[in-house]
């Protein structure tokens, strides 16, 4: 078992930055691969990142690649989620995640979840 909780999350504006972090506690938090799903209002949830259980493997979503950067601290069991020139359009409640095996795009694949952050991002 895996607990995931989210923090970073809050009100922007366009073109700021924003970190999120996801600590995790449990079961040994550096053999998972973990990813970053976000959900805007009335929209399914979707895929943002991803990050292989040592590091050595990212994946992202077009919509957010060069913008985002997700990385990981397994001495401190900690992911997160660098977000850098927001838009209004990534404004969402953003979850992470986790699955064994490698990062995935889809959020069936990940079997813990945090309860998210909100982020709104203001034009």
């Known amino acids: 078992q895996v607990q995931l909780v989210e923090s970073g999350g809050g009100l922007v504006q366009a073109g700021d930055s924003l970190r999120l972090s996801c600590a995790a506690s449990g079961r040994a938090f550096s053999g998972y691969a973990m990813g970053w799903f976000r959900q805007a209002p009335g929209k399914d949830r979707e895929f943002v990142a991803s990050i292989s259980w040592n590091g050595g493997r990212t994946s992202y979503a077009d919509s957010v690649k060069g913008r985002f950067t997700i990385s990981r601290d397994n001495a401190k069991n900690t992911v997160y989620l660098q977000m850098n020139s927001l838009k209004p359009e990534d404004t969402a409640v953003y979850y992470c995640?986790?699955?064994?095996?490698?990062?995935?795009?889809?959020?069936?694949?990940?079997?813990?979840w945090g309860q998210g952050t909100q982020v709104p991002v203001s034009s």
């Open positions: 995640a986790a699955r064994n095996g490698y990062g995935s795009t889809w959020y069936g694949d990940y079997i813990y």
